[in-house]
Nanobody
Framework: QVQLVESGGGLVQPGGSLRLSCVAS????????KGWYRQAPGKEREFVAA????????YYADPVKGRFTISRDNAKNTVYLQMNSLKPEDTAVYYC???????????????WGQGTQVTVSS
């Protein structure tokens, strides 16, 4: 059974940092594109970042450019999201996802995790 499990969320003050992790199990994901999405209360799920299987191409949403960094360790089947200079508007449930090729839409992702809550508040 394929599973993506996120961890690392929590409560942090504005300006702080968190590192999210997403471990994949039940399949071989080394060639999959990995992505992070987030969903704030009352809002649509939105793209945050994505990384190709080799790590040579990374994509970021404009609101997080320069603050968030996506990376992956294929030997550990894990993708990370380092989040720095966090803002209250970054508060959301963060989801990791895996796609067999570079996705055009969220529906192109084949697998999704259950999400981890990130709350940025003083």
């Amino acid at each position: 059974q394929v599973q993506l499990v996120e961890s690392g969320g929590g409560l942090v003050q504005p300006g702080g940092s968190l590192r999210l992790s997403c471990v994949a199990s039940g399949g071989t994901f080394s060639t999959y594109v990995k992505g992070w999405y987030r969903q704030a209360p009352g809002k649509e799920r939105e793209f945050v970042a994505a990384i190709t299987w080799s790590g040579t191409a990374r994509y970021y949403a404009d609101p997080v450019k320069g603050r968030f960094t996506i990376s992956r360790d294929n030997a550990k089947n894990t993708v990370y999201l380092q989040m720095n200079s966090l803002k209250p508007e970054d508060t959301a449930v963060y989801y990791c996802a895996a796609a067999p090729k570079v996705p055009s839409t969220p529906s192109d992702y084949e697998y999704w995790g259950q999400g981890t809550q990130v709350t940025v508040s003083s």
